[in-house]
């Protein structure tokens, strides 16, 4: 009785209109979906490739996502109305619901409302070399929650949960080393002898380009002159220290002194002389 029961309803059920209609809202949900599939292929295809560009390549992804995930939403809804549920009410209950969870759940939430911004505002992409606290590190990896860094100092990684980027900063590709020499030195030959070592210093392994920048101080017993170097972030460190091992060969070379600091103790004899 049972069995004919369930048969005769689920029988006037596929042949109701309520059947029907949602059988016609599914259709147009998998067509819509097969519509925006086709213009986010059209969208790869006529920006070009997107491996070549990370921060794109994660914008597309997770919008899609998210779009999918509406639309699913959206399609379920309408076919539970349709079938005589009522949708106000259980959304009424699901809003309880999601403000319970939304406590439970707001640090996450956090992190995906940075990680979208950090993505759609193009704040760094793989590869880069970022400052995040005083802690320089090359961006491996990151998502909408979480931002992964492996640090220049030592190697070792991080990962950073995104709500706690507040001020994150692109490292530049140039490094400054400060040269003081004597005030006895000549000034037209020591921009020369600079000039000339800065010329040198491009042929440091990962140095992409150095500058002789001029007269940068005077200080107490020497001036200060700058050479610029530039090269990749995280070879700066090296590349900073093998221009200062050139700086010191060529500079005795090139007739320059590079000065030091005098101390000089003056003793009071005539004090001493008359207290005798």
């Known amino acids: 009785m049972d069995e004919?029961?369930?048969?005769?309803?689920?029988?006037?059920y596929l042949s109701s209109a309520r059947f029907i209609v949602s059988?016609?809202?599914?259709?147009?949900?998998?067509?819509?979906?097969?519509?925006?599939r086709s213009i986010y292929k059209k969208i790869n295809s006529k920006l070009g490739d997107t491996a070549a560009d990370p921060k794109r390549t994660l914008f597309l992804r997770y919008s899609k996502t998210i779009l999918k995930l509406l639309l699913f939403?959206?399609?379920?809804?309408t076919v539970l109305q349709i079938n005589g549920i009522n949708v106000g009410s259980m959304l009424a209950g699901l809003g309880i619901a999601s403000a319970i969870s939304g406590l439970a759940l707001q640090d996450i939430l956090k992190d995906v409302i940075m990680g979208i911004r950090l993505i759609s505002d193009k704040f760094f992409t793989v590869g880069d070399i970022v400052n995040y606290n005083g802690t320089e590190g090359i961006v491996e990896d990151f998502n909408v929650?979480?931002?992964?860094?492996?640090?220049?100092?030592?190697g070792d990684y991080m990962t950073i949960c995104n709500r706690n980027i507040s001020e994150i900063s692109i490292v530049s590709n140039w490094s400054d080393v400060?040269?003081?020499?004597?005030?006895?030195?000549?000034?037209a030959k020591v921009h020369a002898v600079l000039g000339k070592i800065a010329k040198k210093a491009k042929s440091i392994p990962d140095v992409e380009d150095c500058i002789y920048k001029g007269t940068e101080r005077f200080d107490?017993?020497?001036?200060?002159?700058?050479i610029r170097l530039y090269c990749p972030a995280d070879k700066r460190f090296d590349a900073r220290r093998a221009c200062i091992r050139m700086l010191q060969e060529e500079i005795p070379k090139n007739g320059l002194n590079i000065p030091y600091e005098h101390i000089q103790i003056l003793g009071n004899l005539e004090s001493k002389e008359n207290t005798q």
């Not at 929650?145 to 030592?154: A, E």
């Open 4 to 12: 004919e029961f369930f048969l005769t309803g689920l029988i006037n």
């Open 23 to 36: 059988c016609i809202v599914v259709a147009i949900a998998i067509l819509l979906w097969f519509i925006l």
């Open 73 to 77: 939403i959206l399609t379920s809804l």
């Open 145 to 154: 929650r979480v931002t992964r860094l492996k640090l220049t100092v030592n």
């Open 178 to 187: 400060d040269v003081a020499l004597s005030y006895d030195d000549d000034p």
């Open 220 to 226: 107490k017993s020497a001036i200060i002159y700058k």
